[in-house]
């Protein structure tokens, strides 16, 4: 049985596509705020594109000014974020209204991006999957809050995101990145399945 997704630990899914109303989510933020994490609510309203997108993490996360808005610096700043009030605390980011995102064409490339800043950020891992001993893990992770569409209706675009293996678990739908490219994200014995996709299948490139 897959263990339950988590805001507080440094595992995965990354990623969690659920309802405002989810008794989880309620738990899981207020574990993290005891534990002096941090919870930033964005509004999946106004990322109608990939240029709206970057504005919207750089106005609510104060990113510095280098910030390219782009997908590469995207992933960049928040896995190595220094927003206002932050001291190497927990960070929860929910992307609240996030309904309409279903019909973009970036959903699989927004989720990857995301995956992989939550995996620099939570596990520190160098390029060849070593711990990185200069840097502090943070627990790091994101849910886009769904109003009325049911979670299992993102699984085919989230899981066209380039290394994102999806999985449905109690309603939720969870993303990660496979553990060929991405090491140290989840146990071997983990089955990520979603439907007819496979953790051996969710692979394909996102442009």
């Given at each position: 049985?897959?263990?339950?997704?988590?805001?507080?630990?440094?595992?995965?899914?990354?990623?969690?596509?659920?309802?405002?109303?989810?008794?989880?989510?309620?738990?899981?933020?207020?574990?993290?705020?005891?534990?002096?994490?941090?919870?930033?609510r964005l509004n999946g309203r106004e990322m109608r594109d990939p240029a709206s997108?970057?504005?919207?993490?750089?106005?609510?996360?104060?990113?510095?000014?280098?910030?390219?808005?782009?997908?590469?610096?995207l992933v960049d700043c928040l896995h190595d974020w220094h927003g206002p009030g932050?001291?190497?605390?927990?960070?929860?980011?929910?992307?609240?209204?996030?309904?309409?995102?279903?019909?973009?064409?970036?959903?699989?490339?927004?989720?990857?991006?995301?995956?992989?800043?939550?995996?620099?950020?939570?596990?520190?891992?160098?390029?060849?999957?070593?711990?990185?001993?200069?840097?502090?893990?943070?627990?790091?992770?994101?849910?886009?809050?769904?109003?009325?569409?049911?979670?299992?209706?993102?699984?085919?675009?989230?899981?066209?995101?380039?290394?994102?293996?999806?999985?449905?678990?109690?309603?939720?739908?969870?993303?990660?990145?496979?553990?060929?490219?991405?090491?140290?994200?989840?146990?071997?014995?983990?089955?990520?399945?979603?439907?007819?996709?496979?953790?051996?299948?969710?692979?394909?490139?996102?442009?």
């Amino acid at each position: 049985m897959m263990t339950k997704p988590t805001l507080t630990e440094h595992r995965s899914p990354w990623v969690v596509f659920t309802s405002p109303a989810d008794p989880w989510l309620a738990s899981e933020t207020a574990a993290l705020v005891q534990r002096n994490g941090l919870v930033l609510r964005l509004n999946g309203r106004e990322m109608r594109d990939p240029a709206s997108v970057f504005r919207t993490f750089a106005r609510e996360l104060s990113f510095l000014g280098y910030f390219g808005h782009n997908w590469d610096a995207l992933v960049d700043c928040l896995h190595d974020w220094h927003g206002p009030g932050h001291g190497n605390q927990g960070l929860a980011i929910l992307i609240e209204h996030a309904d309409d995102l279903l019909k973009s064409d970036f959903l699989g490339l927004f989720v990857s991006v995301l995956a992989q800043a939550a995996w620099h950020s939570n596990l520190r891992l160098d390029g060849d999957g070593e711990l990185d001993e200069w840097r502090q893990r943070i627990a790091q992770h994101f849910v886009f809050l769904l109003d009325h569409t049911a979670p299992a209706a993102f699984t085919e675009k989230a899981a066209r995101g380039m290394d994102v293996a999806v999985a449905l678990s109690d309603g939720r739908l969870l993303a990660t990145l496979t553990d060929d490219d991405w090491p140290g994200g989840d146990p071997a014995s983990v089955p990520w399945t979603a439907g007819p996709l496979s953790f051996g299948t969710t692979k394909s490139s996102a442009a």
